[in-house]
C-alpha cells in the first residue's frame, strides 16, 4: 500500500508555464483534496473531488483546474503559472464523509515559479 | 468569518509536557482534528474529538470545549522527536475543513 503519492516532488516554471500535479491514491478512497501551503498560514483548499468525474472550487480555486477521470487519481492544472502560485501542494485523500474520517495526505510538491 | 488560532510557536524541554491551544470560530462544529506535521514532510493525523472532555492516546491527549470555541493538545513526556508543527482543524456546518496556521514546537534537550 503507497498510499497517496504525488508527482513530481519538486518543480520549477517561469511565469505563464503551464504544469500539471498528480495525485494517485491506492486505499479506493471517495474524496480527494487539493490543497496549498504557504509560511505563516494553515492549509488552504483549491479544489476537491467526491467521487470519480466530479470536482468542486475550494477556498483558493483562480488560475487551477482539476480533473477526477478515474478514482484513483485527481490532477491538478496550472494554466499560465504566476509567481504567487510558489508554494507547497498537497494531495489528500478521504474514505467517506462521516466526520470522523481522517484525511490522508501526500508528500507534497514544492512548486517554485519565477 | 471562520479562523482558527493557536499560537505560532513554542519551546519545551525534552521530558516535560506541553500544552497546545486551539480557539475556533466557525460556521457550525461537526468535529476537531488534531494533526502533526515535521518540516518538510505531510500531515498525519493525531486525534478527532466531537464530544466535549478529553481524549487521551499514549503520551497525546486531546481536550474540547464546544460551548468555549476551544481545544487543546497536550504532549507528555516530550520527546526530541515531538519537534514538529501541530496543525488544528474544524469541520464546520457546510462540512468543510478549516484549518489553523499551526503551532510550531521546539524541544531543548
Known amino acids: 500500500n503507497a498510499g497517496v503519492t504525488q508527482t513530481p516532488k519538486f518543480r520549477v516554471l517561469k511565469t505563464g508555464q503551464s504544469m500539471t500535479l498528480l495525485c494517485a491514491q491506492d486505499?479506493?478512497?471517495?474524496?480527494m483534496y487539493w490543497y496549498r501551503q504557504d509560511p505563516g498560514m494553515g492549509l488552504r483548499l483549491i479544489h476537491y473531488s467526491v467521487g470519480e468525474g466530479t470536482t468542486a472550487k475550494g477556498e483558493v480555486p483562480d488560475g487551477y483546474n482539476v480533473s477526477r477521470l478515474k478514482k484513483q487519481n485527481f490532477l491538478l492544472g496550472l494554466e499560465s503559472a504566476a509567481p504567487s502560485q510558489t508554494s507547497v501542494y498537497f494531495c489528500a485523500s478521504r474514505r467517506g464523509q462521516a466526520d470522523q474520517e481522517t484525511q490522508y495526505f501526500g508528500p507534497g510538491t514544492r512548486l517554485l515559479v519565477l | 468569518g471562520q479562523n482558527i488560532d493557536q499560537p505560532t510557536e513554542m519551546t519545551a524541554t525534552e521530558g516535560a509536557i506541553v500544552q497546545i491551544n486551539c480557539t475556533y470560530q466557525t460556521s457550525g462544529f461537526n468535529g476537531l482534528f488534531w494533526y502533526q506535521q515535521h518540516a518538510g514532510e505531510a500531515p498525519t493525523f493525531l486525534s478527532y474529538?466531537?464530544l466535549d472532555g478529553l481524549e487521551e492516546k499514549g503520551r497525546f491527549s486531546s481536550f474540547l470545549s464546544r460551548s468555549k470555541g476551544y481545544s487543546y493538545l497536550l504532549l507528555k513526556e516530550l520527546q526530541m522527536k515531538d519537534s514538529a508543527s501541530y496543525l488544528c482543524?474544524?469541520?464546520?456546518?457546510?462540512?468543510?475543513?478549516?484549518w489553523g496556521a499551526g503551532t510550531k514546537l521546539i524541544i531543548k534537550p
Open positions: 474529538n466531537v
Open positions: 486505499m479506493n478512497h471517495e474524496y
Open positions: 482543524a474544524v469541520i464546520n456546518s457546510n462540512y468543510q475543513l478549516i
